[in-house]
């Protein structure tokens, strides 16, 4: 099973808005939806594993930091996105970080 994380971004909740719909006006079962969900999950850390080629720095003040069931997840303050020629600068950021190997060498790992 592949992780969870992109059904929070707003393609995701966008398709898990439209499965709702439909199930609504029964134009799909419950049981359908989730296996939209589950193709998709799996779509889309496929596609961000061997599609995505950029490479974006950043630099902050470490806020807190946590590791818990395979998973890392970092607040920084105050960071620098740099990538060539742009900077970004935010307050905040989270970062949830997964092991991508993990999921491609087991494919009965559970979700996040």
């Known amino acids: ?3 969870q994380l992109y059904r929070n971004t707003t393609l995701g ?3 898990q ?3 709702d719909e439909l199930i609504q006006t029964q134009q799909i079962t419950p049981q359908l ?3 939209v969900l589950l193709q998709f999950d799996k ?3 496929t596609a961000l594993a061997n ?5 974006v720095n950043f630099r902050g003040s470490l806020n ?4 818990c069931d395979n998973v890392w997840t970092f607040v920084l303050n105050d960071v620098e996105f740099r990538e060539v020629t742009d900077l970004v600068k935010v307050d905040k950021v989270k970062i949830v970080a997964c092991d ?3 999921m491609h060498n087991n494919g009965n790992n559970s979700a996040v």
Request: no cysteine.
């Open 13 to 15: 909740n966008s398709l």
């Open 64 to 67: 807190t930091y946590r590791f």
């Open 1 to 3: 099973m592949a992780y």
């Open 17 to 19: 808005e439209s499965l």
């Open 100 to 102: 991508g190997k993990r």
């Open 51 to 55: 599609r995505v080629r950029n490479r």
């Open 43 to 45: 779509a889309i850390n």
């Open 33 to 35: 939806a989730l296996q």
